[in-house]
Structures are given as structure tokens and as C-alpha cells.
């Protein structure tokens, strides 16, 4: 199991998730750091900060969506996993390997479901090669 200190940026829906109740995320998790950055809405995310995360040293990017045909935006969860699945094959391509990117859902009233799944992708990652940043 790689052991290294664990960088990990989390996009989300500010009008669904608030800082705070991602600060749970990290509780009792060493060697991990998180940095959260808020959107109008999961869709708005861009491919370029995606690769931004990476370029600064992300292992892995989680991006917080609302549930599909839930999103105020008609199409907002849907961009949002097409740019993921987009970052996903640019990274494999360039030999990071798969699995340092993940679109949750978020569930109506479903924080604790996020958080738990956020938690998974942080086991998976620290089971991965680190990330060098350069190869970006």
C-alpha cells in the first residue's frame, strides 16, 4: 500500500454542498490533504482545472454532482462526468494509469453517502502509484 501524503481536490455544487460539511471527510485520515473549490454547479467544471489539479501535484480529483436529471442545470451531472471521463483518458494516456478520478452523485439529503464514498476513493488512490506531476 503506498504510504505517500495523499494531495486530493474535491469540485462540488455550492448550492448543495457547503465547505463544511466536507471538513468531515479528512476526520482520522492521516497524510491526507484536501482542498475543496466550489462551483455554481457540478457542469460548469472545466477540463482545464481538472489538469490544473494535476499539474500542482493531485493524486486524485473527486467531483461532487448532483443526481442526474436532479441538477437545476437539465445537463449539469452529465457534463460533469463527460469532462471526468475526458481527464480520465488523458491520464491514462500519459501513463498516471486509470482511477484517480470520480464523479459522486449526490443523493437528496445524502452528505454522509458522499462523504463515504469520497473515503473509498481515498483507499483506491492510496493503492496507487504516486502521482508525479510532471508527467502532465
Known amino acids: 500500500?503506498?504510504?505517500?501524503?495523499?494531495?486530493?481536490?474535491?469540485?462540488?455544487?455550492?448550492?448543495?454542498?457547503?465547505?463544511?460539511?466536507?471538513?468531515?471527510v479528512c476526520g482520522g485520515l492521516d497524510g491526507i490533504t484536501i482542498k475543496t473549490?466550489?462551483?455554481p454547479c457540478s457542469g460548469k467544471i472545466d477540463i482545464l482545472y481538472l489538469v490544473k489539479a494535476f499539474e500542482t501535484g493531485a493524486d486524485g480529483v473527486v467531483i461532487v454532482a448532483c443526481k442526474q436529471n436532479e441538477c437545476r442545470h437539465p445537463e449539469?451531472?452529465?457534463?460533469?462526468?463527460?469532462?471526468?471521463?475526458?481527464?480520465?483518458?488523458?491520464?491514462?494516456?500519459?501513463?498516471?494509469?486509470?482511477?484517480?478520478?470520480?464523479?459522486?452523485?449526490?443523493q437528496k439529503d445524502g452528505?454522509?453517502?458522499?462523504v463515504s464514498e469520497i473515503k473509498d476513493f481515498f483507499d483506491s488512490i492510496r493503492k496507487l502509484p504516486q502521482a508525479q506531476s510532471s508527467n502532465v
Open 76 to 106: 449539469g451531472s452529465l457534463w460533469a462526468q463527460k469532462r471526468a471521463e475526458a481527464v480520465e483518458s488523458l491520464l491514462e494516456e500519459i501513463g498516471m494509469g486509470k482511477g484517480r478520478m470520480a464523479v459522486i452523485e449526490l
Open 111 to 114: 452528505v454522509e453517502q458522499a
Open 37 to 39: 473549490i466550489g462551483l
Open 1 to 24: 500500500m503506498n504510504k505517500h501524503s495523499l494531495k486530493i481536490y474535491v469540485f462540488y455544487c455550492s448550492k448543495d454542498l457547503e465547505p463544511y460539511q466536507l471538513v468531515g
